[in-house]
């Protein structure tokens, strides 16, 4: 039964649109760079106004870039839906922000999101649901009468927080599209991005250090 996309997993797909998984995980790459320090602090969950303000802006991004919102979605073909809680990730609280636009180097998409909760949580939590959509590999998703086949492939991770995922999402239906998504766990907080491969890569190191309240 198709459910409603949410979380992680959403923001992959939902990317083609508006601006925008353990086991051996053959399309999703982790870098665990955790460090006794950074695991001890920063255990509490952050408030929604103090994560808000953590986002990444309009002002981050540069010219040529608008806030977006998004449509719902429905996901049909993959398990990770039919688990209890559906699929995404759920802790205790998210906050979201997406851009899509045009600069001089071409149109361009991006959706972040911020979590927050304890470190063992998000980490196990991310872990689960990277780890899920691997295992997918490849499914359908429908928007509304369209029907898109999405697959997942490995990607690099950022050698950046204490943890950190990747995937290159490729969507296939009229014509083909890729996105990058990005995940990494820095202490309380989780920064995930996805949208157009150059942009996630440009704007991530950004976005952590500005989700770890150093901007």
């Known amino acids: 039964m198709a459910t409603r ?5 959403a923001a992959a797909v939902l990317a083609a649109v508006v601006v925008t998984g353990c086991g051996p995980s053959d399309t999703a790459t982790k870098v665990d760079t955790r460090t006794s320090a950074s695991t001890a602090t920063a255990a509490v969950p952050l408030g929604e106004a103090e ?15 608008a806030p977006s919102s998004r449509d719902d979605l429905t ?5 990770v839906y039919d688990q209890p809680g559906g699929g995404g990730l759920q802790f205790a609280t998210k906050v979201t922000a997406k851009f899509s636009g045009t600069t001089a180097n071409g149109s361009g998409t991006l959706t972040e ?6 470190p063992t949580k998000l980490s196990e939590g991310t872990k689960a649901v990277f780890d899920a959509f691997a295992k997918c590999g490849s499914f359908d998703m429908s928007l509304g009468s369209t029907q ?46 996805t949208g157009t491969p150059a942009l996630v890569d440009a704007q991530l190191p950004h976005a952590v250090e500005k989700a770890c309240g150093s901007h």
């Not at 999101?113 to 304890?118: C, G, K, M």
């Open 5 to 9: 996309a949410t979380g992680i997993a």
């Open 51 to 65: 994560l808000s303000g953590r986002l990444l802006t309009m002002t981050d991004l540069g010219t040529g870039y």
């Open 75 to 79: 996901v049909p073909g993959c398990p």
């Open 113 to 118: 999101e911020l979590h927050t909760d304890s």
């Open 148 to 193: 898109t086949q999405v697959t997942v492939n490995p990607a690099e991770a950022p050698k950046l927080g204490d943890e950190s995922y990747a995937q290159l999402v490729t969507l296939s239906g009229g014509r083909t599209l890729v996105y990058k998504q990005q995940a990494v766990r820095a202490g309380n907080v989780l920064v995930v991005l």
